[in-house]
């Protein structure tokens, strides 16, 4: 009881530091959310053609739920994937104590809590703690399988369809258990719940194909296939993860945890695969590896636990946990992801509220970015993402500049190092596609990372003024003078919290 009073303590004090934080890719969601809520559907634009940017339909869906209530989506998410992360580290205690005593709960349970990001992705918005929590809870209930535990019939198929809902690749990460679970069990009641699973699977595919038109979701034609960028987060989520890798890998080595270990190393492989051969971008603090760090802390906890001589699994189980908290801490975009809260709301946020209160008629709120996140979502315009996410001719190739220029937004922000862009980006064409527009404003989002609007010289006053007027007033609540992507900036920012 101790024990998980402590780790409970270390988890919520992890999520307090980390609360301010949502990513600016979750407002892609929130987008899509907001407007299912109002009844057009989860598109990107009302109107225009329809466009899945986005991989997480479960999410969306749960999160139209929340903007229908009329939530703040920032913290409806937030508070779901906190409740989640409680329930993940609840499992991580519960089933680390059932197959490995103490030692169990101590290395699993505790290379969760001390793993830093862990809390910024239950924070972030997006759907990664969802993932993690579902893929974990698949897991328990096979390791119940090889020890022939009762296992309710209806849940393996449910928790199946979810994870591929949650993500399109969360049903190749379930799978393993899925089948060991349907192989072991008898009875007609797994054919009609596996039957039901696969009936409302194939209707949710064949309904998207043919509301968006296209076989995959847009953003894969965006990201996937950087062979390159895969093998290098490939070697560098081995590192980052070793001790656990290696304790559960072990489990594999004795004949007495061999089956379980099979099962955790096949899921983590078939759960990873997917990421190697894609590199995924938008990769902050091992976003992607976090999906199946629960799966690994239990498997590094439940082997630590077990190994004989036991003071041999202890330390074993100490160097994964201090493992684990030092690479954490010490991640190389830590600085910009923890500053990254006060910086979205002082620069996207400011700029898409700004926007929202211009003085421009409905049909002329057209809008042009790069980064299609807080600043599409805040401003409600129509909005043209030029990375392509959102755009399905700009994913399949169509010169971001040309598009841009043949739907002549009334604004055009503009992405770049500093107050005066130059070149291109993304393929983009700053100077040719801003021909004719004013700058009414530069917003620094942190050192080196600014945001310039541009718009139609009719409109340029009154964006300006309220642009202008939202990014002063969001620069004086959040770090004022400080834009420095620095670890000692977020400290700074969580002394200032304390009462004491």
């Known amino acids: 009881m101790v024990v998980s009073l402590v780790l409970l303590a270390l988890f919520l004090v992890g999520a307090w530091a980390a609360w301010f934080f949502t990513i600016d890719d979750a407002f892609i969601s929130f987008r899509y959310s907001a407007n299912l809520a109002d009844g057009h559907g989860p598109v990107w634009n009302v109107d225009g053609p329809r466009v899945e940017g986005f991989t997480n339909f479960a999410w969306v869906v749960w999160s139209g739920l929340g903007a229908w209530l009329g939530l703040a989506l920032p913290l409806f998410t937030k508070v779901t994937s906190l409740v989640l992360g409680l329930g993940t580290l609840y499992l991580l205690i519960r089933e680390g104590h059932r197959r490995a005593g103490l030692t169990g709960v101590l290395v699993g349970a505790g290379a969760y809590v001390v793993f830093l990001p862990t809390y910024f992705h239950i924070t972030a918005g997006l759907e990664t703690a969802a993932f993690a929590a579902v893929l974990l809870r698949i897991v328990v209930l096979g390791v119940r399988v090889l020890a022939n535990e009762r296992v309710r019939t209806w849940e393996p198929p449910v928790l199946l369809l979810l994870l591929g809902m949650l993500r399109p690749e969360g049903v190749l990460a379930a799978l393993p258990v899925f089948l060991l679970w349907f192989v072991r069990s008898e009875g007609r009641a797994r054919w009609l719940w596996s039957g039901a699973a696969v009936v409302v699977g194939a209707g949710y595919f064949v309904w998207r194909w043919r509301f968006y038109g296209q076989l995959l979701p847009n953003t894969f034609y965006v990201k996937f296939g950087h062979l390159d960028s895969g093998w290098l987060w490939t070697k560098h989520t081995a590192v980052l993860l070793l001790p656990l890798l290696l304790l559960t890998l072990s489990l594999v080595v004795r004949k007495a945890t061999r089956g379980m270990g099979v099962l955790l190393v096949v899921t983590v492989a078939v759960t990873y695969v997917t990421y190697a051969v894609s590199g995924p971008t938008m990769d902050y603090l091992d976003r992607f590896a976090d999906h199946a760090i629960p799966v690994l802390c239990l498997g590094a906890g439940i082997a630590a636990g077990t190994l004989k001589p036991r003071l041999v699994g202890a330390l074993l189980g100490l160097v994964a946990v201090g493992w684990s908290a030092v690479g954490g801490a010490t991640a190389p975009d830590l600085g910009v992801i923890a500053n990254y809260g006060p910086d979205l709301q002082r620069a996207h946020v400011a700029i898409g509220k700004g926007l929202a209160e211009a003085d421009v008629p409905p049909a002329a709120r057209t809008l ?124 700074d920012r969580l002394r200032s919290q304390l009462p004491f």
């Open 368 to 491: 042009a970015v790069t980064d299609a996140g807080a600043i599409p979502y805040y401003s409600g315009w129509n909005s043209i993402d030029y990375i392509g996410l959102n755009d399905a001719a700009i994913a399949r190739g169509a010169d971001p500049t040309e598009v841009v220029m043949k739907a002549r937004p009334t604004v055009i922000v503009v992405t770049a190092n500093g107050p005066d862009p130059s070149g291109t980006r993304y393929g983009f064409d700053f100077a040719k596609a801003t021909a004719g527009y004013e700058k009414v404003s530069t917003v620094e989002m942190r050192a080196g990372y600014w945001q310039n609007v541009y718009a139609l010289p009719q409109y340029a006053a009154t964006i300006g003024q309220h642009v202008q007027q939202r990014a002063d007033a969001a620069r004086k609540a959040n770090d004022y003078d400080r834009a420095e992507d620095t670890v000692d900036r977020w400290l």
